[in-house]
Structure formats: structure tokens, C-alpha cells
């Protein structure tokens, strides 16, 4: 009997154990969700907090006058595209944060006189631009009007006075700019010596110096070379003072020449 009670006391002790376990665990159940509501709620509230925060510094930083763009400075700007360059940059006005370099750049560079840019912010209202221009080599005269070109024969600008320093060029055909600018490295030692340059088919590049009646047809390479030996030689080619008008010095070790008062004559 005794054993039969012992037993029914530990069934019972068991079951309000277990009984108890089932309750607790239950109940730390609960508050753990109820503890991760709690954190997501706050995490929610912590993130729109911090997002309405960052929307508000970028409004903020958008219409802050003190951030639009009030100045340009500009190293080495043009010289004959101001006024395009002064009118993208006016269009290109507003937040410097907000300002896209690349495009601007890209609208700068579409000038011909300007041959790259490089462009950064000064916070908190200003913009530096450096240029690097290409510079004229050659001019062509357009009834008075003098369009400059650089070495690639690209017009880069105009002007109404006759330009110093550079060499002119007589005929304007695209072809004869192309030739012409393909031959720059051998004029440029020659550049202050030139009195024009053309450029006639089958001869080629027509050089006239300032130095002397003649026009040269040099070829294609050579130029300094070939004309010092024709100077060299040139006292004995005087033929009862008359004077030379062609020097051909298209092929390597000949020089072919025509006088002023002869259809022509070669040596």
C-alpha cells in the first residue's frame, strides 16, 4: 500500500514538473517575441528617423544658396570661342554638388580651339576649368578674313588683322588643307621663313621662302636637307643673270630647275 502511494506522489510530482516546464517555456516564448517586436519596431522607427534626416540634408543641400554655383574660373580660357564657352557655362549653372562634370566637359571639348579640359569643384560655390588649346599654325585669307588653323589643319577661329607668326596657305580645298597638314613636322623648322604654302597635284607641296624668287616643290621629306644643298650650289646655276622661278627637289639626288625667261631648263 505504502509503495502503491509512493508511487501515485511521484506520477503526480512528474506531471506538475513537466506541467510547470511546459508553462515556462511558454511563457519565454512569448517574451521573446514580444522582445523582437520591440527591437524591430525600433529598428524601424531608428531607420525612417535616419532616412528622413538624410532626405532633409539633401533638400537642404540642394536649395542652399550658399552651394549654387556663383563663379567660374577659368586658366588659360580660349581666345576665339568665349562667348560659346561663357554660354555653356551658364547653362551648366546650379548645385556644385549636383553639377555633372563629365557632360560639361564633354560640351567643352566639342569647340575646336579646345583641344581638353580638366575640370574640379572649389566648394563651396566655385568651379576651376584649365584648358589646353591648340595652338594656330597656319591661316588662309577669306577676302580679309583670316581663319586660323592648327597643325591638323582644324579652323580654330577668325580674325579681321593679318596674323603674325604663322604660315599661309593658298587654296582652301579640303584636300589641300589634308596634304598640307600631313607635311607640318617638316615646315615647322622652317615656319618663319615661309612665304606661303600650297599644294598642286602632281607635284605636291608648293613651298615659297621669303629669302628668294623661288618656289620649291621639295616631295614629301627632307625639306631643310634638300633646300640647303640647292643653296649650296645655286651661284653656279646663274645663267646671264637670270633668276630661278621652279626648284624641283622631288627626287633624291637631282635637282631640277626652271628660269624666269625660259619655259623651262634643268640641270
Keep these: 500500500m505504502n509503495d502503491i ?12 514538473r513537466k506541467n510547470n516546464n511546459r508553462t515556462l517555456t511558454r511563457e519565454k516564448k512569448i517574451r521573446s517575441i514580444q522582445m523582437r517586436t520591440v527591437h524591430v519596431l525600433v529598428l524601424l522607427f531608428v531607420t525612417l528617423l535616419v532616412g528622413f534626416t538624410v532626405y ?31 554660354g555653356i557655362l551658364k547653362r551648366s ?3 556644385i554638388l549636383t553639377l555633372n562634370l563629365g557632360e560639361l566637359r564633354a560640351q567643352l571639348l566639342r569647340l ?7 575640370i574640379s569643384r572649389i566648394l563651396p560655390d566655385t568651379v576651376e576649368i584649365g584648358f589646353t588649346l591648340r595652338q594656330p599654325l597656319f591661316y ?27 604660315i599661309p596657305i593658298r587654296g582652301s580645298d579640303g584636300s589641300v588643307l589634308t596634304q598640307i597638314a600631313a607635311l607640318t613636322q617638316e615646315l615647322l623648322p622652317l615656319r618663319n621663313k615661309i ?7 602632281p607635284y605636291g607641296i608648293e613651298l615659297k621662302l621669303l629669302a628668294g624668287p623661288e618656289t620649291f616643290y621639295p616631295g614629301t621629306t627632307g625639306f631643310i ?21 621652279y626648284v ?9 630647275f626652271e628660269y624666269f625667261d625660259e619655259p623651262q631648263g634643268d640641270s
Design 112 to 118: 575646336p580651339e579646345i583641344e581638353d579640359v580638366a
Design 195 to 201: 612665304e606661303y604654302v600650297a599644294y598642286h597635284e
Design 225 to 245: 636637307k634638300k633646300i640647303n644643298r640647292y643653296y649650296k650650289i645655286k651661284p653656279h646655276l646663274i645663267l646671264n643673270g637670270s633668276l630661278i622661278r
Design 93 to 95: 549653372a546650379g548645385n
Design 56 to 86: 532633409k540634408t539633401a533638400v537642404f543641400l540642394l536649395e542652399c544658396d550658399t552651394l549654387q554655383v556663383h563663379s567660374f574660373r577659368l586658366r588659360q580660357q580660349p581666345v576665339f570661342e568665349k562667348e560659346r564657352v561663357w
Design 248 to 256: 624641283d627637289l622631288r627626287i633624291a639626288g637631282r635637282i631640277y
Design 140 to 166: 588662309l585669307d577669306k577676302n580679309g578674313v583670316f581663319q586660323l588653323l592648327d597643325a591638323g589643319g582644324l579652323v580654330l577661329g577668325e580674325q579681321r588683322t593679318m596674323p603674325a607668326g604663322l
Design 5 to 16: 502511494r509512493s508511487n501515485s506522489l511521484k506520477f503526480e510530482a512528474e506531471f506538475f
